[in-house]
């Protein structure tokens, strides 16, 4: 039976019969293949399109491979295709293949002929880069495909992409999408800056967005955002009649952490601890607003 896999530099490397073979010559009628260890004269000849057997092998003049190495093969090369046809993490693929390994060949020993993870992850990591587009380079090259900007049922989600500043060195990328004919109440932006000029630009363009999209206009009485000055002045810049909170959870995860630094987390991570008196707990308040001015 005739199968195929490739190398680590994914050249094609047929199996057949227990031996692995490499491409050595491509004929008018015949692809000639030769046995993958270079001392050995073996060879073969396959049809053009490499289906049938033209010429069967010749004598081996070196020692068979174990048929240990060619059932790794077949696994790598299974983990090969599944990390470009599948979104199953690799390490996980790596695990299942494994499993499936020992399963078929109770007799061989895996733990010592089989791969690692990480001699294989970057090859594995290969394959799937295949699937999408090289890293760019800068912004300018950074082209998003119509197909990306839609959601699961074909529905616009990338709702902005826009280049602003000098020179159009920033950008925005904000993320939406309807349900059911209404606004989910959530928006994801990327930006490249986050001060008030780039607060400002987002929420216009979520104002306009909810206007042209569900004619919704917002009006807004109360906001709440966290501690970040440049989104406090630009939501009481675009929105001046509306009463700006900091958010409570954003303000206690400040606190505990201003807590830590000052290492006075002790004092209130065990309340009941009879090691530490209760005039060292007072004295902790005052440290505690001392450090925080």
């Known amino acids: 039976m005739l199968q195929f896999t490739t190398s680590e530099r994914n050249k094609p490397v047929l199996n057949y019969n227990r031996n692995q073979y490499t491409l050595k ?21 396959l049809t053009s399109n490499n289906t049938i057997v033209f010429r069967t092998p010749s004598a081996h003049s070196c020692e068979k491979q174990y048929a240990s190495k060619q059932i790794i093969d077949e696994a790598i090369q299974r983990m090969k295709k599944r990390a470009r046809e599948e979104t199953t993490t690799i390490p996980k693929i790596y695990t299942e293949e494994l499993i499936r390994t020992r399963l078929e060949n109770p007799s061989m020993v895996t733990g010592i002929s089989y791969p690692n993870l990480r001699s294989v992850d970057s090859s594995l990591y290969r394959q799937r880069a295949l699937n999408f587009p090289r890293l760019p380079n800068d912004l300018y090259n950074f082209k998003i495909p119509y197909e990306w900007t839609l959601g ?13 500043g000098n020179n159009n060195q920033e ?10 004919g209404f606004m989910i109440p959530c928006v994801y932006a990327l930006t490249t800056r986050k001060d008030q000029i780039t607060y400002s630009k987002l929420f216009h363009h979520i104002i306009t967005l909810g206007e042209n999209r569900q004619g919704v206009r917002m009006r807004p009485t109360n906001l709440t955002c966290d501690f970040e000055q440049s989104a406090i002045n630009a939501f009481k810049l675009v929105f001046p009649g509306a009463h700006v909170k900091t958010c409570f959870f954003h303000f206690c995860q400040s606190l505990w952490r201003k807590i830590v630094d000052c290492s006075l987390s002790k004092y209130f991570i ?24």
Not at 25 to 45: M, P
Not at 152 to 164: G, H, K, Q, S, V
Not at 172 to 180: K, N
């Open 25 to 45: 010559r491509i004929g008018a009628r015949t692809n000639e293949w030769r046995y993958h260890q270079r001392k050995c004269s073996s060879s073969l000849s």
């Open 152 to 164: 699961l049922r074909a529905e616009p989600f990338l709702l902005i992409d826009e280049f602003y």
């Open 171 to 180: 950008r925005m990328l904000i993320f939406a999408t309807d349900c059911e």
């Open 270 to 293: 065990h309340p009941d601890d009879n090691d530490i008196t209760d005039q060292e707990r007072k004295n902790a308040s005052y440290w505690f607003n001392g450090a925080i001015g």
